[in-house]
């Protein structure tokens, strides 16, 4: 070992405890099974959260909030455990903007930062990506990314986390030529977690063509990818080239029910292989794309090579075949003894029943080729009535979590399942204290006690003013 090593390894023997016993002085201002609402630049709605957390156990929050009646930012809040032992407390970092609309960037004034995505990475720090629009429709938007760390390099938390972008409020452009349209991007990130890897592919759905009958809007999407790679201490990455990873993705609807919101949505993840999953949804109506059957909707699920080839592809379809398949969200662990994938989506009935239903399967693939098991269903109970909306899973080493927003005759719930190594299953509500929350965003984190632990945020009635929401925040023990 040279000498710089040798001084390297003494500064860590020496440094990270005394950093952590600092840390651990310091007043907390969250503990774990408490509900706070998260502070907002602004005084309007904050919502579409998502969430990640880092092998520290530190968390960041990132989400859009309405700055007027038509323009959205996007913000970040960030939380730090104050030591080893999680009783300790966590420290809330001040919140911080990342998309501001008004450096009127597109030159119109008509700016709007939103949707955004957030990745933990292998060194610790977090990958952020979001979309800026121009409202007036005259430019192409844009998907922007920054890196967010929230710790030193020997360990210890920083005082205000570090933002690398281009300037405040503004992230570095990934993309400029594709058209959000009815999609609106949604960009998501698979990022890789081999220790010290700062890299990722950001995923997003460009608007090929848009033709209107009488009856139905027929609509095709590509699907594209960007990989990024971010060397340690340096403030840009390096990005790769635009590829196109599926095409002619269908998603039609009849004109007498529109959609609402954003279409395909891919969710991506980086398997135990460094395989790259992808989950987005697809509706097709007659005659398109040679297709004359009923209306057919699908969750569709892609793997690709480190090349980015297909290996696998996966159709799921839910009760009824000419219902909407709507939102999926997928989750692994590069922790568990598998290459286990879990998997979960709406099955939306447009019909004046207006049934909602939650489907979760698991699917185990081969690590180094394609194949993979035949899909499991995970249960799921039903029998309460008709409204589970937004599935969302997370998957750590030691644990596995899903959810739904449920809609009681009285209240709206957010009931999710976990399910521990070798123990049963557990179900419970993970917002009894508010009586609308909606949107949950989740990852776990397993503790070296075989513990795990939730964080999740979802959105809910704003304390100050009730007809607004704001983003909320519960870190929770699974067992």
């Not at 969750?299 to 219902?323: A, K, P, V």
Request: a negative charge; hydrophobic letters at 35%.
């Amino acid at each position: 070992m040279n000498a710089s090593n040798s001084m390297m390894q003494f500064l860590l023997h020496v440094l990270v405890p005394l950093l952590l016993s600092l840390n651990a002085n310091a007043q907390a201002d969250y503990y774990i099974g408490d509900t706070i609402e998260l502070n907002t630049i602004g005084n309007q709605s904050a919502d579409h959260a998502a969430i990640a957390v880092n092998h520290f156990g530190d968390v960041i929050i990132v989400n859009h909030t309405s700055v007027n009646s038509t323009k959205k930012a996007v913000e970040l809040n960030a939380l730090a455990p104050l030591g080893e032992t999680r009783s300790s407390g966590y420290k809330l970092f001040n919140t911080r903007l990342l998309g501001d609309p008004t450096l009127n960037i597109f030159g119109v004034g008509n700016d709007s930062c939103s949707k955004p995505d957030v990745a933990s990475m292998g060194d610790g720090s977090f990958l952020v990506v979001w979309s800026r629009h121009d409202l007036s429709g005259n430019q192409p938007s844009r998907v922007e990314a920054c890196k967010i760390i929230t710790r030193h390099i020997y360990g210890g938390i920083r005082t205000h986390v570090q933002i690398l972008s281009t300037r405040a409020g503004e992230g570095i452009l990934l993309d400029d030529t594709s058209d959000s349209g009815d999609a609106g991007f949604m960009p998501d990130i698979a990022s890789y977690k081999g220790a010290g890897v700062a890299k990722a592919i950001v995923v997003f759905a460009h608007e090929q063509s848009v033709v209107t009958s009488f009856t139905n809007t027929f609509r095709e999407y590509d699907l594209m990818g960007k990989k990024i790679h971010w060397p340690l201490g340096s403030s840009s990455p390096t990005l790769g080239p635009l590829v196109t990873l599926e095409t002619n993705i269908p998603v039609d609807n009849a004109n007498n029910s529109p959609y609402s919101g954003g279409l395909v949505l891919p969710d991506a993840v980086i398997d135990d292989a460094g395989a790259l999953t992808i989950a987005y949804e697809s509706y097709l109506i007659s005659p398109h794309q040679w297709y004359f059957g009923p209306p057919r909707g699908s969750i569709q699920l892609r793997r690709y090579s480190t090349d980015l080839s297909r290996l696998d592809e996966i159709e799921f379809n839910g009760h009824g075949l000419d219902r909407h398949q709507r939102r999926p969200m997928i989750a692994t662990s590069d922790k568990d003894a598998t290459n286990m994938l879990v998997l979960g989506w709406n099955d939306i009935d447009d019909s004046s029943l207006g049934v909602h239903r939650a489907h979760f399967r698991t699917v185990t693939f081969n690590e180094n080729t394609s194949g993979y098991t035949t899909p499991e269903v995970i249960p799921w109970d039903e029998s309460f009535g008709n409204k589970d909306d937004l599935a969302n899973v997370a998957m750590s080493g030691q644990s596995r979590l899903i959810m739904t927003t449920r809609t009681l005759p009285n209240r709206k719930s957010l009931n999710g399942a976990f399910k521990s190594t070798h123990l049963p299953t557990i179900t419970k509500d993970f917002a009894p204290n508010s009586d609308r929350p909606w949107r949950p965003a989740m990852s776990i984190h397993d503790l070296p006690n075989s513990r795990s632990i939730s964080y999740l945020s979802f959105e809910g009635p704003a304390t100050s003013d009730p007809s607004i929401y704001r983003i909320h925040l519960t870190i929770q023990r699974l067992r």
